[in-house]
Structures are given as structure tokens and as C-alpha cells.
């Protein structure tokens, strides 16, 4: 973790720093809050991350989106969704690095409510295709 950034909590969201590797698909997975509470839940949301170089950064440097099918509802009821980036995608925009990120979900109303962010490094792998 480096001291670039320090991270301000946005509201209902949670600090997550994520970590993936330059030749594998980022495919972690989430689930948002007690799997019992079924007081609110993801039917009928999309999801949006951006990824930037920094907070101030005008332009992000990778978008990942529930509409293009990287973001995928596991479960709408528990919450729970996964990543589905082709390591391909994140290198044609990013290098090894640190980045700032947060993941946004937005409702029929287009009510925006923050999930997570932090920073999301992108590290060099080893292993070759």
C-alpha cells in the first residue's frame, strides 16, 4: 500500500483494496452485507468501477460495467456479484501500477449508492500465455 492517496470514506460504501495481476482475469467476488438481511437487494441495478490514476483525474483510465458483462450478479437476493475482466483489457489501458477506484450501483431511478473503493494495483505476473 503506498501513501499517495488517502482514502476519505464515501457514505454506505466500504474500503476495499484490490490487488490482480497483469496476466489473469480479474475475477474476485462480493458479497455486500449480512446474507440475511434481505432488506434491500441487486434486481434490477447495473453496476459501474471506474479505475484512475488518481481522484483528481478528469478521465478514468478503465471503466468495468455490469452492461458490458464484467460486472455479473451472482445473486441478487444476498448480494453478491464477481468481476469478469480478460487480463487484456486492463493491460491495453493500464500498466503495473496503483490506481484509485469505486464501484458505484445505480437503480431503475437512477439513485447512484457507492459500494466500495480504494486503491486497485495492478501487479506485474509471472507466469506467460
Known amino acids: ?7 476519505v470514506s464515501p457514505p454506505t460504501s466500504a474500503h476495499v483494496n484490490i490487488v490482480t495481476a497483469d496476466n489473469a482475469t480479474f475475477q474476485d467476488a462480493y458479497q455486500f452485507d449480512d446474507a440475511t438481511d434481505t432488506s ?5 441495478k447495473t453496476f459501474r468501477m471506474d479505475i484512475k490514476a488518481n481522484k483528481e483525474a478528469l478521465v478514468a483510465l478503465l471503466s468495468i460495467t455490469s452492461a458490458a ?9 444476498t448480494r453478491v456479484l464477481h468481476f469478469n475482466v480478460p487480463a487484456a483489457t486492463i493491460v491495453a489501458v ?9 464501484l458505484i450501483m445505480t437503480d431503475g431511478s437512477s439513485v447512484r449508492t457507492p459500494l466500495m473503493y480504494g486503491e486497485f494495483v495492478l501487479d506485474h505476473g ?4
Open 1 to 7: 500500500m503506498t501513501d499517495f492517496c488517502v482514502p
Open 40 to 44: 434491500w437487494n441487486f434486481t434490477g
Open 69 to 77: 458483462g464484467q460486472i455479473v450478479v451472482d445473486d441478487a437476493v
Open 94 to 102: 493500464m500498466p503495473p501500477g496503483y490506481y484509485v477506484y469505486d
Open 126 to 129: 509471472v507466469t506467460g500465455g
